[in-house]
């Protein structure tokens, strides 16, 4: 369940880890390759992003307190915990500006 609860810096944060050895960066090495970034890249506003990041944490939050609350089995919660950080994983990088932050160095 806890998982869910910490969803939305997992997500990012194990994408990058897996993400920047792929293009030869280190995984440990401050970038602009952040959710975040990418969002702001989009033409949001700092407000907006915050907004959608705290959404998606309560929606993911809501979701592991509902499975708790209804007895989910943690094998489920686990199975449906990774199948949305695959399509995080995939779908991340379709967002407009991705490809120049997967090219962009890090700081």
Not at 4 to 26: C, E, H, Q, Y
């Given at each position: 369940?806890?998982?869910?609860f910490?969803?939305?810096?997992?997500?990012?944060?194990?994408?990058?880890?897996?993400?920047?050895?792929?293009?030869?960066?280190?995984?440990?090495?401050?970038?602009?390759?952040?959710?975040?970034?990418?969002?702001?890249?989009?033409?949001?506003?700092?407000?907006?992003?915050?907004?959608?990041?705290?959404?998606?944490?309560?929606?993911?939050?809501?979701?592991?307190?509902?499975?708790?609350?209804?007895?989910?089995?943690?094998?489920?919660?686990?199975?449906?915990?990774?199948a949305?950080?695959?399509?995080y994983?995939?779908?991340?990088?379709?967002?407009?500006?991705?490809?120049?932050?997967?090219?962009?160095?890090?700081?």
């Amino acid at each position: 369940h806890a998982l869910w609860f910490l969803a939305v810096p997992l997500l990012d944060t194990v994408n990058l880890l897996i993400k920047r050895p792929l293009r030869g960066a280190s995984p440990f090495a401050a970038g602009h390759d952040h959710l975040h970034h990418q969002l702001l890249r989009l033409g949001l506003r700092e407000g907006q992003v915050v907004g959608i990041l705290l959404a998606c944490a309560l929606l993911f939050g809501s979701l592991g307190l509902a499975g708790l609350v209804y007895g989910v089995p943690e094998q489920l919660l686990f199975a449906a915990f990774l199948a949305v950080f695959a399509a995080y994983f995939f779908l991340v990088d379709k967002l407009p500006g991705s490809a120049q932050a997967s090219r962009s160095t890090p700081d």
